[in-house]
């Protein structure tokens, strides 16, 4: 089971992109709109937290990446057909050399 989760509220062209996946079944109702809800480890929480200094949880250790991210995340489970994506969408959602300036090369 998932420790931290990551909610998708769905608009009509996010339920789309869930209904063509055949992912109609994992649509649930958070605070009143439907959402998807995408497990993660607590490891994958960190790198994502790492990534997203601005990421907040809420008391059902459960966030909402920011539009980009989600989108990218959309992708995934759209290729992957599946809500259990985070270990490949980690790889596409997390850059830890984001920010960072390349070394020098060293003689």
């Known amino acids: 089971m998932a420790d931290y989760f990551i909610?998708?509220?769905?608009d009509e062209a996010k339920k789309a992109v869930i209904t063509e996946a055949g992912l109609t079944d994992s649509i649930t109702s958070i605070d009143g709109k439907e959402?998807?809800?995408?497990?993660?480890?607590?490891?994958?929480?960190?790198?994502l937290c790492k990534g997203f200094s601005d990421l907040a949880?809420?008391?059902?250790?459960?966030?909402?990446?920011?539009?980009?991210?989600?989108?990218?995340l959309l992708g995934v489970i759209a290729d992957t057909k599946t809500l259990d994506v985070m270990k490949l969408a980690i790889m596409k959602l997390y850059n830890p050399l984001a920010g960072k300036a390349p070394r020098a090369a060293q003689r």
């Not at 909610?7 to 769905?10: A, G, H, K, T």
């Not at 949880?57 to 990218?72: M, Y």
Request: aromatic content about 6%.
């Open 35 to 47: 959402a998807i809800q995408v497990g993660m480890t607590k490891k994958e929480q960190k790198k």
């Open 57 to 72: 949880f809420d008391d059902a250790n459960a966030c909402v990446l920011p539009g980009e991210a989600e989108q990218t």
């Open 7 to 10: 909610n998708v509220f769905l």
